[in-house]
Antibody, heavy 125, light 106 residues
């Protein structure tokens, strides 16, 4: 079964750090780019970060740039999100999601086809 | 950054109704548009990718259309299990922005 399981969430004080993990199983993890997406309480989805298969390319949302770092360990089938200088507005459920691509008429279209159940991060004093 | 705007933000409908949700991008994104469904307390689920391709296992009552900057998600005959929040998302460029969501209520 294709599965993503997040862990590492919890309560942290403003200015603190946290490292989220996402364990992948049931597919060849090294062949897929990956994403982190978050959802603040009662709010919509916000894409946070992306990493390519070989870690050669990463992107981050402006809201977390310079504070969050995405990484992966293909040998451990794991995705990570290092979160530093946390703020109250970072409080959210954090989901990891697999990036899939489909070729149509010589063009690749990308989408997030497998999602974990999420891990909750609360930033509060 | 590309802004995604969905309308309406919420709607009330009955079982059997035809429901249409629109999504507009702030610039042309070709067909780099995906639709997700999210139920309370659950992770999002992919419904439609590349504007109109139905994800495996998704009922055929769901369909997507559009290209450029204007897109539509249609549920041909609303079922009880379809009451949820729907999000569009562009994958044309980073950041891969989502629309604000459309909540479909009874």
């Amino acid at each position: 079964e294709v599965q993503l399981v997040e862990s590492g969430g919890g309560l942290v004080q403003p200015g603190g750090s946290l490292r989220l993990s996402c364990a992948a199983s049931g597919f060849t993890f090294s062949s897929y780019s990956m994403n982190w997406v978050r959802q603040a309480p009662g709010k919509g989805l916000e894409w946070v970060s992306y990493i390519s298969t070989s870690r050669g390319t990463t992107y981050c949302a402006d809201s977390v740039k310079g504070r969050f770092t995405i990484s992966r360990d293909n040998a451990k089938n794991s995705l990570y999100l290092q979160m530093n200088s946390l703020r109250a507005e970072d409080t959210a459920i954090y989901y990891c999601a697999r990036d899939e691509g489909t070729k149509e008429d010589k063009i690749y279209y990308y989408y997030m086809d497998v999602w974990g159940k999420g891990t909750t991060v609360t930033v509060s004093s | 950054d590309i802004q995604m705007t969905q309308s309406p933000s919420s709607l009330s409908a009955s079982v059997g109704d035809r429901v249409t949700i629109t999504c507009r991008a702030s610039q042309s994104i070709s067909r780099y548009l995906n639709w997700y469904q999210q139920k309370p307390g659950k992770a999002p689920k992919l419904l439609i990718y590349a504007a109109s391709s139905l994800q495996s296992g998704v009922p055929s009552r769901f369909s997507g259309s559009g290209s450029g900057a204007d897109f539509t998600l249609t549920i041909s005959s609303l079922q009880s299990e379809d009451f949820a929040t729907y999000y569009c998302q562009q994958s044309y460029s980073a950041p891969r922005t989502f629309g604000q969501g459309t909540k479909v209520e009874i």
